[in-house]
């Protein structure tokens, strides 16, 4: 009586162990779990950051670009300046010859 006793507190030792690894080897997954989802959260971490740098360099092409049309402007705007002047020039010339010709025409009036 006294050994079967003896055994099956054996037996309940043994279950108890047992229960006490399951539930050990169910932390250890809960722990193996939890640190699957911190690197999935890393990852999406990552590629958050790895989007806004992406995002940072599109930005940086667009102010390159803008600074480029900026100095294409300043350009024709120079160009449309020094047209201008020739023009100027160009109409200075006609009243130098205007001038010349209707002095011309006055002298040869006078004699």
């Known amino acids: ?15 108890l162990l047992l229960l006490l690894l399951l539930l050990l080897l169910l932390l250890l997954l809960l722990l193996l779990l939890l640190l699957l989802l911190l690197l999935l959260l890393l990852l999406l971490l990552l590629l958050l950051l790895l989007l806004l740098l992406l ?17 294409l402007l300043l350009h024709l705007l120079l160009l449309q300046l020094l047209l201008l002047l020739l023009l100027l020039l160009l109409l200075l010339l ?18």
Request: charged share 0%; proline share 0%; net charge positive.
């Open 94 to 111: 006609l009243i130098l010859l205007l001038h010349v010709h209707t002095i011309r025409c006055i002298s040869v009036s006078s004699s």
């Open 55 to 71: 995002l940072l360099l599109l930005l940086l092409l667009l102010l390159q670009l803008l600074l480029l049309l900026q100095l």
């Open 1 to 15: 009586m006294l050994l079967l006793l003896l055994l099956l507190l054996l037996l309940l030792l043994l279950l």
